[in-house]
């Protein structure tokens, strides 16, 4: 962070679990001198040539092959580009493009040519040559959703601390200092930047400066610009109608959130139905088709069933979920976790005070069964009497045709089933502490209300704030909030500090043990407003108590309309695509196996040479050359990747690019998903392996 409050806010106290808080008025007092250089160094960090790879790579693209697109397509890239904070150019976005999918497809032309890989694999990497470059070039406006989201849900916090904040002091600087101390992600950058450019002079007062900064968002939302313009009108009244302009500008914006999540929720009828036929309908008729197919061609080599289902068709379900996503409406933040002393890094969890990087106890999960299928892949890739043969006969241990390619299926699924668990284990350790803190942090905010509600009744009625809270302390029913309580109290009677000092003390804080950011701004703005008398004081605790109440209440109304299409998709992750993948898989195995039966028998009628007038016919009935274990493998793979998708859309649906959340969806629909992959598939093979048996050997044999 790039000021002092924040950076104080930011330290923690590791041995006794509290954090560090700024001592009371520190966000009215921070060292301009500071800040501007603290605002400046982030500023030059941001602008020092290119810190990506992307970025790095489109400008020596721009230089080697200058590509200019054409004027109305640069200004809109170009808008992207300033909007995500990219430090690259139109001209090098579409050079790069360019030469990435010229350098892919030359490649791939090249070794189709000199034979290195077949044709089907060849239409493989063409089509992943269309993706990357899809990918690249839509890159910048993919940039810019994810910070449109970010800082949208960030916007709202915004508006209530400059609300909060004036509602004491009718300053908009001091607003937006006490905003940026309390924001954590790039809104508070932004903030900060726009603090030094008043300061610089770019803009003559912080006022500017707020109206341009919201009408780049009049475009997404509409909301942010009305809200800063009641903002500012505020403080061109006095008395009753600025305190109403400042309730108004929290109601404009929570009010747009839920008119604009309805909307949303109604649009997303249609493309859900869509991502249901792209995730399960059309497999399922590519399946079916599949043995079909076998009667006119040749040879369907593994790359095809591979590149088909692990490859284009998650890249097709992508690209239709990424344009839905596109249109997604901003919604509340989640509490924020960087004040928690114990919240583990980014991808690793604690243990013993150890943080550990979750992708090493989930590789150390998967080695045995990579392990086991390298030493077993001759038994799950054997597709014919060939291939078994090609297995050492100790191996083999005097099985049958049959009976080694059924084994190499069973052992397929074994594979499948530790991916599955093992990147269940890794989204569970990414999710399963910060997860924990979150709901803790839910828990705190949420009781907090009903303490801020109580106080401001009981100081209304001229009780002084600390006897208010002796009387409120009965009447409360969270742990939390009891806490709170208690540990302010006894800093009050046993340690004769003041209420301000019982809260903000450096070492004894009650604010401390409590790391919500909410929580402490709003205490802060609590303690001033204690300065300047009981009925002001009073007011305050009840306004914010009913702006908390409100988004609260906003957050559940969104939850409510998003609940039934989130219910149908998780039950469509966790149980429907589990079970159709395993059914059909076990169908299109049983097709296939006739079909090679059915083969095997023409073969025979053929070398008899009692057919001769119907040769044409026989030789259309071709053997599929891939395995059973290996068709499986890849259906299986596929149910994953499709499982993990659907999870990335449900949780973009909600939280954006929340992480944490999605982590926490993903090990348990991959959980529940696995193990009812593996149960149906073996309660259908239990149920469909005698009746292939009664055919082989006994009416087709």
């Known amino acids: 962070m790039g000021s002092k409050a924040s950076k104080v806010l930011s330290s923690f106290d590791k041995d006794k679990g509290g954090f560090e808080v700024p001592e009371p008025g520190d966000s009215d007092k921070v060292d301009m001198k500071s800040l501007e250089y603290d605002i400046y160094m982030e500023e030059e960090g941001l602008n020092t040539l290119p810190k990506t790879l992307y970025e790095k790579a489109s400008n020596i693209a721009s230089k080697l092959i200058p590509l200019e697109?054409?004027?109305?397509?640069?200004?809109?890239?170009?808008?992207?580009?300033?909007?995500?904070?990219?430090?690259?150019?139109?001209?090098?976005?579409?050079?790069?493009?360019?030469?990435?999918?010229?350098?892919?497809?030359?490649?791939?032309?090249?070794?189709?040519?000199?034979?290195?890989?077949?044709?089907?694999?060849?239409?493989?990497?063409?089509?992943?040559?269309?993706?990357?470059?899809?990918?690249?070039?839509?890159?910048?406006?993919?940039?810019?959703?994810?910070?449109?989201?970010?800082?949208?849900?960030?916007?709202?916090?915004?508006i209530l601390h400059m609300v909060i904040y004036m509602r004491n002091y009718p300053n908009l600087e001091g607003a937006v200092r006490f905003a940026t101390s309390n924001l954590h992600g790039p809104l508070a950058l932004d903030l900060k930047k726009l603090t030094w450019d008043v300061h610089m002079g770019v803009y003559s007062s912080m006022e500017q400066g707020l109206l341009v900064l919201s009408q780049s968002w009049k475009g997404t939302f509409r909301a942010f610009s009305d809200s800063i313009n009641?903002?500012?009108?505020?403080?061109?009244?006095?008395?009753?109608?600025?305190?109403?302009?400042?309730?108004?500008?929290?109601?404009?914006?929570?009010?747009?959130?839920?008119?604009?999540?309805?909307?949303?929720?109604?649009?997303?009828?249609?493309?859900?139905?869509?991502?249901?036929?792209?995730?399960?309908?059309?497999?399922?008729?590519?399946?079916?088709?599949?043995?079909?197919?076998?009667?006119?061609?040749?040879?369907i080599p593994p790359a095809i069933i591979f590149g088909g289902?692990?490859?284009?068709?998650?890249?097709?379900?992508?690209?239709?979920?990424?344009?839905?996503?596109?249109?997604?409406?901003?919604?509340?933040?989640?509490?924020?976790?960087?004040?928690?002393?114990?919240?583990?890094?980014?991808?690793?969890?604690?243990?013993?005070?150890?943080p550990i990087y979750c992708f090493i106890p989930a590789a150390l999960l998967l080695l045995p069964f990579l392990v086991f299928a390298m030493s077993n892949w001759a038994f799950i890739s054997a597709a014919s009497d060939d291939d078994v043969m090609k297995i050492p006969a100790n191996m083999r241990q005097g099985l049958d045709t049959s009976q080694t390619i059924n084994k190499g299926l069973y052992q397929s699924y074994f594979v499948v089933f530790g991916l599955f668990i093992s990147l269940a284990l890794f989204f569970y350790l990414s999710a399963f502490q910060k997860i924990k803190f979150r709901k803790e942090i839910l828990e705190m905010e949420d009781e907090f209300r009903e303490v801020l509600f109580g106080l401001g009744q009981e100081v209304d009625r001229g009780i002084p704030i600390e006897v208010g809270l002796t009387k409120i302390a009965p009447t409360l029913r969270?742990?939390?909030?009891?806490?709170?309580?208690?540990?302010?109290?006894?800093?009050?009677?046993?340690?004769?500090?003041?209420?301000?000092?019982?809260i903000f003390d450096q070492k004894e804080g009650a604010i401390r043990y409590f790391p919500s950011r909410t929580i402490h701004s709003v205490m802060k703005a609590v303690t001033d407003a204690s300065k300047k008398g009981t009925k002001i004081s009073a007011e305050i605790m009840i306004s914010i108590s009913k702006y908390l109440s409100n988004i609260h209440r906003t957050?559940?109304?969104?939850?409510?309309?998003?609940?039934?299409?989130?219910?149908?998709?998780?039950?469509?992750?966790?149980?429907?695509l589990p079970l159709i993948c395993a059914v059909m898989s076990v169908i299109t195995y049983m097709m296939i196996q006739m079909m090679n039966s059915l083969s095997q028998t023409m073969s025979n009628l053929s070398a008899s040479?009692?057919?001769?007038?119907?040769?044409?016919?026989?030789a259309m009935f071709q053997e599929v050359s891939i395995s059973p274990g290996m068709f499986q493998l890849a259906v299986g793979i596929y149910a994953i990747e499709t499982i993990i998708i659907i999870t990335w859309f449900m949780n973009g649906i909600?939280?954006?690019?929340?992480?944490?959340?999605?982590?926490?969806?993903a090990w348990r629909n991959l959980l529940v998903g696995g193990i009812l992959y593996i149960v149906i598939s073996a309660i259908a093979l239990s149920i469909f392996m005698p009746f292939l048996s009664i055919l082989q050997f006994g009416g087709m044999v």
Request: proline share 4%.
């Open 309 to 354: 289902y692990n490859i284009f068709l998650p890249m097709l379900l992508l690209f239709v979920i990424k344009n839905i996503l596109d249109q997604r409406v901003v919604t509340l933040p989640e509490p924020d976790l960087s004040l928690n002393p114990r919240m583990p890094p980014k991808d690793k969890f604690m243990a013993a005070g150890i």
């Open 230 to 299: 009641a903002i500012i009108y505020s403080l061109y009244t006095s008395g009753k109608r600025r305190t109403e302009l400042l309730d108004e500008s929290v109601d404009i914006i929570l009010d747009s959130l839920s008119e604009r999540s309805n909307t949303y929720v109604t649009k997303l009828k249609s493309p859900i139905s869509l991502v249901n036929a792209l995730g399960i309908l059309l497999p399922i008729m590519v399946l079916t088709m599949m043995p079909i197919v076998t009667l006119f061609l040749d040879d």
């Open 555 to 576: 957050q559940e109304i969104i939850m409510d309309r998003f609940s039934e299409i989130l219910g149908g998709m998780k039950m469509q992750a966790q149980i429907l």
């Open 69 to 158: 697109p054409d004027k109305k397509t640069r200004d809109k890239m170009e808008e992207a580009i300033k909007f995500a904070h990219l430090n690259v150019t139109p001209r090098g976005v579409l050079s790069f493009t360019i030469l990435v999918g010229f350098l892919m497809a030359f490649g791939t032309a090249f070794l189709l040519i000199s034979g290195a890989i077949s044709l089907s694999m060849s239409l493989v990497f063409f089509c992943l040559t269309g993706g990357l470059s899809y990918y690249f070039y839509t890159y910048p406006y993919r940039l810019k959703k994810i910070y449109e989201l970010r800082v949208g849900s960030e916007i709202v916090m915004m």
């Open 654 to 665: 909600v939280h954006g690019v929340d992480k944490v959340n999605l982590h926490d969806n």
């Open 609 to 618: 040479g009692g057919m001769g007038a119907y040769q044409g016919l026989l």
């Open 478 to 502: 969270g742990q939390y909030a009891l806490n709170l309580i208690e540990k302010i109290m006894d800093n009050i009677n046993y340690k004769s500090m003041t209420f301000e000092s019982a």
